[in-house]
């Protein structure tokens, strides 16, 4: 019997009032993420970049945050409701042909492919089919009602439960996680109504519906896995975020790097570490950063979109952004590297450094209290103390080159555009507005005149 097609649906529409933000519930960030970003990284090893996604609340913001997606996003003009919200999409989702369409909230950012997978087994079995929990702490999720057989009856609303109505609570809750069967589910839809509480339109009630047609609903018990849980408020974010990095830290452990106060550090789920690498706590890396064997990273550094090579170190208190650090590089203590920057093998930047869209050559060093913008740094270039390259002038920036093996005295100002010829020397103190020849010498300083100083006797 051929797998059934299966498409995938996120509900991402809704404004999150208990957040207590204007941004759109799904663009919270957890590890530098938002957490749209994560459901769709748990629906790729099935989905690819192929799920639909409902939007309204704050739609040109998700859409801005996930271009590549928006092809696929469908308009819920007035939010009534997670119902309302599958309506809203159902003519895309039998467009798409599939026997079957997984809903999922986007503010379910724990969920793993591994759980889904549990789930989606269920295709070609039942009409319906969602993933229920028993977490210590019931909250708001609806109530999973189950008939004297324990087969599935029911999904009620916690604003709605009535233990009278319902019999007592069971602890068992919906994590609203769904599997349809479309030629099911399609004529349901229509029969959803909104008289309860919130005057909402809900997915739950399809349950009821469904049982009450004959149809087969299962519900796919997965214990206390609160990983299965939405996000609703601050605090549950928080603590989502810390069971999301311990997750991410220990499994880099199990991989083979060694990480030192592993609860002090942060590590998020695009970054690629390779087996061998060391890092030490306090340290934050995000984006799609990467580590390779043998890189080192100091603590209290702060990392985002960056590339590591191996041998290369990074010493303490360094904030590091777009840029490649080359093997055996040596980066700080107290170094900033902006986006652009690129260290070739060898390269050192040291303490109160600043660079920015500037390649440092094989073997140059910066060394300390350094300011290089939009230049070229030639291999084995000495740069002294207190240098900055003057890149702006007030509309446009430019490019300052220095050449290989050219030594640049402390305290120098290089006013762009110019160019430092190959092994020149720039006296200490200059600044530099002309280009300085090939094994020349520059330097542009007033003279210095000595007066008198008489002082006062008491």
Sequence with gaps: ?????????ILAAGKGTRMHSAKPKVLQTMLGEPMLRHVYNALAPRFGSEAFTVVGHGAELVERAFPEMAARFVIQGEQLGTGHALQAAWETINTAGAAYCLVINGDTPLVSAEALDRLLAQAGCCDIAFMSITPRDPAGFGRVVRDENRRVAAIVEAKDYSVAEHGPATGEVNAGIYLLRAASVGPLLGRLGNDNRSGEYYITDLIGLAVADGLTVEGVQCGDDVSLMGINSPRELIRAESALRRRIVEAHIDRGVLIHNPETVIIGPGVVIEPGAEIFGHCEIYGASTVAAGARLGSYTHITNASFAPGCVVREFCHIEGTEVGPDAVVGPYARLRPGTVLRTGARVGNFVEVKKTVLGEGAKASHLTYLGDAEVGAGANIGAGTITCNYDGKNKFTTVIGPGAFIGS????????????????????????DVPDEGGAIARAKQTNISRRLKKS
């Design 1 to 9: 019997m051929p797998t059934p097609t299966i498409a995938a649906l």
């Design 411 to 434: 305290n120098t100002a290089l006013v762009a555009p110019v160019t430092v010829g190959r092994d020149a020397l720039v006296g200490a103190g200059s600044t530099i507005t002309k």
